[in-house]
């Protein structure tokens, strides 16, 4: 099986960073896709930033500019640099990542980290 552990969540003042992290352990055979999404509360859950393999990154509108992915394709580990946070990002934040487990490696099965709170305060 494939675990998501995610860390580095926290509360902050608007303006501050945090740098959230999310390794993948199990029978990896290889990452396909890695990312994050986040769940405000009365919201649906949306994609905040991905990053393929050969370092392809994708933001969603609202964190351009701001945050940053970054990956470790050998410790299949993902990071988000969240800089001038703002209240609008308080939301529970989840790693996500399709993944090639060892017996099934033509297939990226996707699976998800048991999520993070990021608490921004005015």
């Known amino acids: 099986q494939v675990q998501l552990v995610e860390s580095g969540g926290g509360s902050v003042q608007a303006g501050g960073s945090l740098k959230l992290s999310c390794a993948a352990s199990?029978?990896?055979?290889?990452?396909?896709?890695m990312g994050w999404y986040r769940q405000a509360p009365g919201k649906e859950r949306e994609l905040v930033s991905a990053i393929s393999p050969d370092g392809t990154t994708s933001y969603g509108n609202s964190v351009k500019g701001r945050f940053t992915i970054s990956q470790d394709n050998a410790k299949n580990t993902v990071w988000l640099q969240m800089n001038n946070l703002k209240t609008e990002d308080t939301a529970v934040y989840y790693c996500a990542a399709t993944i090639r487990v060892e017996a099934e490696r033509a297939r990226c099965v996707p699976y998800w980290g048991q999520g993070t709170q990021v608490t921004v305060s005015s």
């Open positions: 199990g029978y990896i055979f290889s990452a396909c896709v």
